[in-house]
């Protein structure tokens, strides 16, 4: 019995330990609190710098299309079989859109010298046959002017290759008018959170790493002795 309750008052004090040490990081935290918010504030206004002067505004384009199959457009209604071919060919289209030889196209008509691959996504919405390009480029008029152009070849060479009846037009490329990246507002709470962890994690380590005596209980925890009385500083008294 007396095994168990020396076991259980060792217990209880680690647990004590561990919530005092809890408290004395809680209370380091707040006492550097404007520490912790001006590098909060310091890494918002970074991101707001980095977002604003320093990375060139993108903007984005897209134009959707829409393949019909022979039997759409004589009015007959499509089998399981065609259904499932067609959604197989769909995967096939972005292949087509992404080609050389209709990239080739399109720079030579818009006289463009740069690489057109690494501006362009297309996406394929699942069990569709509708088919969304779009194109990133720093000006949002030449950004849609690429995309309705590459439509245009793209839907050309899509009737060529896989036979459909039709490639239709959906939504033709507009400029758009706020810029994709970046995201300011979302960069600055970025760098509003990061400054803020950042500094509290400096605090933290600073704090459990500093091994001095600043408490009278510090003496009690590290060395297991009790502490029978406490020398006031002479300089403070005065």
Not at 117 to 134: A, G, H, L, Q, Y
Not at 188 to 194: E, H, M, P, V, Y
Request: hydrophobic share 45%; no cysteine.
């Amino acid at each position: 019995m007396e095994i168990k309750k020396i076991g259980e008052n060792m217990n209880n004090q680690e647990m004590n330990t561990i919530e005092i040490d809890i408290l004395l990081l809680l209370k380091t935290i707040w006492r550097k609190k404007f520490l912790i918010i001006l590098t909060a504030l310091f890494g918002a206004g970074i991101a707001f710098v980095y977002s604003s002067f320093l990375v060139t505004p993108q903007f984005d384009s897209t134009t959707r299309i829409y393949v019909v199959s022979q039997n759409v457009e004589a009015g007959a209604g499509l089998t399981s079989q065609e259904l499932q071919a067609g959604t197989y060919l769909v995967k096939d289209y972005k292949e087509i859109i992404l080609s050389q030889d209709v990239l080739t196209q399109v720079a030579t008509e818009l006289n463009l010298k740069e690489s057109l691959k690494e501006k362009i996504s297309v996406s394929i919405p699942v069990d569709t046959r509708i088919v969304s390009i779009s194109v990133r480029d720093a000006d949002p008029n030449e950004a849609a002017r690429i995309a309705n152009s590459l439509r245009t070849f793209a839907a050309q060479k899509i009737v060529e290759v896989t036979k459909v009846s039709d490639v239709t037009t959906l939504e033709e490329a507009v400029p758009a008018e706020e810029p994709t990246t970046p995201n300011i507002k979302r960069n600055i709470l970025l760098g509003l959170l990061a400054g803020g962890i950042l500094a509290t994690g400096l605090v933290l380590v600073m704090e459990v790493l500093d091994d001095r005596v600043k408490r009278p209980q510090d003496i009690e925890e590290v060395m297991g002795l009790t502490l029978l009385g406490v020398v006031p500083d002479s300089k403070k008294l005065k």
